[in-house]
């Protein structure tokens, strides 16, 4: 299985857009890696002048740290536990002490979730805030990604955790930079700031 395959190539006056489909356990910081390796054995075998001093040819600014956090989905792993105590309520009767501890039962369980969604959101935003001085977030459309796609997203809570970043970025004085929703982020080079609108996504 290939870990890494050109999509697309664009020559610029001074340098070259590479678009590349890459596994994520390879990471693409280790594709550019190999890729600096390569070229400069490449530039020095043809271009014996450059043997004793090669210029810089890569920028360290490829658009991905490689990085990948997966979401828990705390209401996936606990929504049976929820279903079968909503299950439990329904069968008492309103207004007896049984109803009204299955309630609180309930109620507990709901608080459990949001406390263990809550105390992610929190670890993973004093990491980012701790390792980066700017995080760029997109400012994405909540309501439509949920007719997609449901639960998932709601599970996820974006603007709660959006707004446990901005608090913590604003006590280690990190700056939390929001994106506007049709930016075209993924076609703007990070170099020249060429947009190629060729680019499908």
């Known amino acids: 299985m290939r870990q890494a395959e050109g999509i697309e190539l664009q ?11 890459i596994d ?13 390796g390569f070229s400069s054995r490449v530039l020095r075998s043809e271009f014996r002048q450059l043997t004793t001093r090669l210029p810089t040819l890569w920028t360290n600014r490829y658009f991905s740290t490689g990085n990948d956090v997966q979401s828990p989905e ?11 105590l909503n299950r439990e309520l329904s069968r008492k009767q309103q207004g007896s002490n049984h109803y009204r501890q ?3 039962r309930l109620a507990k369980a709901h608080k459990r979730l949001t406390d263990k969604r809550r105390d992610f959101h ?4 004093l990491r980012l805030a701790g390792e980066y001085a700017i995080i760029c977030i997109e400012d994405l459309n909540i309501k439509n990604m949920q007719r997609r796609w449901g639960k998932k997203i709601s599970d ?3 603007s709660s955790f959006v707004n446990i970043l901005q608090y913590q970025c604003a006590k280690t004085g990190s700056t939390v930079v929001k994106s506007p929703q049709f930016y075209p982020s993924s076609k703007t080079c ?11 996504l």
């Open 11 to 21: 020559v610029m006056p001074d340098h070259v857009h590479l678009l590349v489909e």
């Open 24 to 36: 994520p356990q390879h990471g693409i910081h280790r594709l550019v890696k190999e890729n600096k």
């Open 74 to 84: 705390f209401f996936k792993h606990g929504q049976n536990e929820i279903a079968q």
């Open 102 to 104: 299955a309630k609180k």
């Open 122 to 125: 929190f670890k993973l935003s």
């Open 156 to 158: 996820l809570s974006h």
């Open 190 to 200: 990070s170099v020249c700031e060429h947009v190629y609108e060729e680019l499908t």
